[in-house]
């Protein structure tokens, strides 16, 4: 496809973004109230960390961490966390598997994931924009301990690596959400996915305070590229050689999902059609 072909498929899916845009505006409210209430549990977090490390003496350090760098960890976690959350997008696509509403998607020039990734991104967009007020004035309230990032390298590293790690998040996302062309509830297995994504991605700690075979074990999954190794670029834990083979994997890991999600596209449609869908 030339270059004159290109620029309707273009435009096609910046249409569908502009209507994201509009549509999650209507829910900007709760989504500041969501960022600002989301806070809460952070605060408890730092709370019994600063506790943690009061109690082990000056100077200590966990995992590697010392206070100001594991107060910095869970701060930007919330920041990466509202750049990349798959907020209903996964619900949604099982919901229009489930209620035959695909059908209206298979009859017209509309790739389903383009669409979705369309949408996705119009949602994270105005989701940052909101979250960021409630985020920023926290960060701001918590500036001695937030940690700068590790020179422009840092800062470059984390902007990409957060990028791969929305788009990680989303095809995860999107492949779990097509299990519902084979099941007919799919909650179970969302819920599965989140819970051990929330404990191997490092939202619930850093995955360098776990046992050194089982942090291993995990950094083997996807799942630490979507929010412990961007954070780790940031701090200044990954470096040099190290940061480029974990941005390549963290890219293997993007086009694999990628690969995933067409895979199992195909394969659900011929099923769907099948069934009669």
């Known amino acids: 496809m030339g270059r004159a072909g290109c620029r309707p498929q273009v435009r096609k899916y910046l249409h569908v973004f502009a209507i994201g845009i509009q549509n999650t505006l209507v829910y900007r409210v709760n989504f500041l109230f969501r960022a600002a209430f989301g806070l809460i549990p952070l605060t408890g977090t730092l ?88 985020v920023a004035l926290f960060l701001l309230t918590m500036r001695a301990d937030l940690l700068p990032p590790a020179g422009w390298t840092g800062i470059l590293g984390f902007a990409f690596s957060v990028v791969l790690a929305g788009l990680l998040q989303f095809f995860i996302a999107y492949s779990m959400a097509l299990l519902a062309f084979w099941v007919l509830d799919v909650s179970t297995f969302i819920f599965i996915q989140f819970a051990f994504e929330y404990i191997a991605s490092g939202h619930l700690f850093p995955l360098d305070i776990l046992p050194p075979t089982l942090a291993a074990v995990l950094r083997l999954t996807p799942y630490p590229y979507l929010c412990y190794f961007p954070i780790s670029i940031y701090l200044g834990r ?40």
């Open 47 to 134: 709370f019994v960390w600063r506790t943690i490390y009061r109690e082990k003496g000056e100077g200590v350090s966990v995992g590697g961490y010392a206070l100001a760098s594991m107060v910095s960890y869970y701060l930007l976690v919330t920041v990466v966390d509202a750049m990349t959350a798959v907020a209903e997008d996964d619900w949604q696509i099982a919901a229009d598997i489930r209620d035959g509403n695909i059908s209206q998607f298979l009859l017209k020039p509309l790739d389903y994931l383009a669409y979705r990734l369309s949408l996705y991104l119009s949602g994270r967009l105005i989701y940052t924009t909101v979250a960021m007020v409630p």
């Open 238 to 277: 990954v470096t040099g050689v190290d940061l480029m083979q974990g941005l390549l994997i963290q890219t293997g890991w993007v086009i694999a999902g990628y690969g995933l999600a067409r895979w199992m596209w195909h394969r659900g449609i011929r099923h769907y059609s099948a069934a009669g869908g």
